[in-house]
Structure formats: C-alpha cells, structure tokens
T-cell receptor, first 112, second 114 residues
Framework: GQSLEQPSEVTAVEGAIVQINCTYQ??????LSWYQQHDGGAPTFLSY????GLEETGRFSSFLSRSDSYGYLLLQELQMKDSASYFC?????????????FGKGTTLSVSS | EAQVTQNPRYLITVTGKKLTVTCSQN?????MSWYRQDPGLGLRQIYY???????DKGDVPEGYKVSRKEKRNFPLILESPSPNQTSLYFC?????????????FGQGTRLTVV
C-alpha cells in the first residue's frame, strides 16, 4: 500500500514565502509530483522530481529527498491567485505497471 | 490543443439507473485513470489503465467498471449508482513513466445520485 501526508491547511500573506511538505510511504517509487487545483476546477501539473534536489520553475520550486521519503513545494512572492489546493502525488510501481496516487491536499489561503 | 474531455460535466440521476461518464484524450497517452474527489479526502483513484485492454483497480473500485477498447477513450460505468457515489469525478491521462510524469485532467463531472 501507499500513503502520503501533507498539511490540510496553510495560510500566508501576499509577498510571503510558504512551504508545503509531503511525506510518503510507497513501494517502487518513481517520483514526486505537485498539482494545483482552484476551487471546483481541474488539477493542473506544477512540477515533478524524480531525483534528489531542487527543481525551480519561476516562483515555484519543488524539492525531493528520496532517502527521507520527503518532498516540499516552495511558493515565493505569494499572490492572491495562488490561493488554491495543492496536492503531492507519487508515481509508484505495482504488478500492473505504475499508478499515480495523490495526497489529500493542502488548502493555501493567501490574504492581502 | 492537447486536452482530456469528459462528458457530461453535471449529472443528476436516480439510484439504480445505469450511467456512463465518457473520457477522451487526444495526446496518444498510454496511461488513463479515474479519480473521485470528496471533501477532505483528496483525489482517490478508482481505476486506471496502462494501455488498451489493460485495466486495474485503484483504491476505491467498488461500484464502478471501466473499459479501454481504444487508446483515446476510457469510460467510467456505474451499473447501479447509489447515493454514496455522489462526488466530483476526474479523468486523467499521462505517459506511464520515464523522466516526465505530468498528468492531464479533464474538467470534471459532478455527479449527484438521489
């Protein structure tokens, strides 16, 4: 089986930096992804880490430590439009091939 | 335009009346999957498919069926819907692995079973 743990809620103000952590327990781990979902909308892909280290894409960065089964999403220069839910997801190997499994999500609220 | 298309977007039905939610992708992806999203529970995988005629159960498959006769289509079938299947459903597709692991999601189907 597999499990992913991430905080349920995070609050911050415009211009701040926020870090959303994700710990996971899986077998046959391939990589850790992050998705953003605005209220009622479709999740959209933000980043993917297959190897240890930091990946940077504009204001968003994602980090992975495979030895610690841990990763995080770092959001800088927060804007009101960043208020959304953020999901970590792992791609893991199983008998049928691979499956993409999501955490329960972190609701980020950005205030002015 | 690369996209995943689900239909219908909204559906209200009665208990026991069979229904199908369609999903189609135009990116030639091998991997397709169905998720349901309920408040506080995140995205839970119902079924997934690695390729044509290859499907497998996810975490919450009870009460659902799928088929994958063509690469682009992956319909979700509820043979006898019940009120506990009221939820927001998402279809997704991606390449199965490798160096990129980006899943594309449909716009969602909000299903209410009364």
């Amino acid at each position: 089986g597999q499990s992913l743990e991430q905080p349920s809620e995070v609050t911050a103000v415009e211009g701040a930096i926020v870090q959303i952590n994700c710990t996971y327990q899986t077998s046959g781990f391939y990589g850790l992804s992050w998705y953003q979902q605005h209220d009622g909308g479709a999740p959209t892909f933000l980043s993917y880490n297959a190897l240890d280290g930091l990946e940077e894409t504009g204001r968003f960065s994602s980090f992975l430590s495979r030895s610690d089964s841990y990763g995080y999403l770092l959001l800088q220069e927060l804007q009101m439009k960043d208020s959304a839910s953020y999901f970590c997801a792992v791609r893991e190997a199983n008998q049928a091939g691979t499956a993409l499994i999501f955490g329960k999500g972190t609701t980020l609220s950005v205030s002015s | 335009e690369a996209q995943v298309t689900q239909n219908p977007r909204y559906l209200i039905t009665v208990t026991g009346k069979k229904l199908t939610v369609t999903c189609s992708q135009n990116m030639n992806h091998e991997y397709m999957s169905w998720y349901r999203q309920d408040p506080g529970l995140g995205l839970r995988q119902i079924y997934y498919s690695m390729n044509v005629e290859v499907t497998d159960k996810g975490d919450v498959p009870e009460g659902y069926k799928v088929s994958r006769k063509e690469k682009r289509n992956f319909p979700l079938i509820l043979e006898s819907p019940s009120p506990n299947q009221t939820s927001l459903y998402f279809c997704a597709s991606s390449t199965p692995g490798g160096s990129v692991s980006e899943a594309f999601f449909g716009q969602g189907t909000r299903l209410t079973v009364v």
